[in-house]
């Protein structure tokens, strides 16, 4: 069973700090893209960041205007998982996280490219 799952959410501070974890189990994510996305109470689903597969070799990422600076995406490939660092939080960045997978997207952040994704992990930002 493909099966990723989301951790380290929580409640932070204005101006704090959390990584996000997404690890897999059931497939390698070697050979996947990921991505990270957000849907905020009656938003829609937004994307956040991209990182490509190491198939690729360039490990390239993409991020979406309001987290370029302030969230970074890597991969630990020995540990099958993907982590979103993110800092200077804001309250406009509260809303459920969610990774997702695709073998075939690149440099995507449409959240119908993505075809496994997990159950996500609640970020509150606030004082």
């Known amino acids: 069973q493909l099966q990723l799952v989301e951790s380290g959410g929580g409640l932070v501070q204005p101006g704090g700090s959390l990584r996000l974890s997404c690890a897999a189990s059931?497939?390698?994510?070697?050979?996947?893209?990921i991505g990270w996305f957000r849907q905020a109470p009656g938003k829609e689903r937004e994307g956040v960041s991209y990182?490509?597969?190491?198939?690729?070799?360039?490990?390239?990422?993409v991020y979406g205007d309001s987290v370029k600076g302030r969230f970074t995406i890597s991969r630990d490939n020995a540990k099958n998982t993907v982590y979103l660092q993110m800092y200077s939080l804001k309250p406009e960045d509260t809303a459920v996280y969610y990774c997702a997978a695709s073998e075939s997207v690149y440099h995507n952040l449409l959240p119908y490219e993505y075809n496994i994704w997990g159950q996500g992990t609640q970020v509150t930002v606030s004082s």
């Open positions: 059931g497939f390698s994510l070697d050979y996947y893209h």
């Open positions: 990182i490509s597969n190491i198939s690729n070799r360039d490990g390239s990422t």
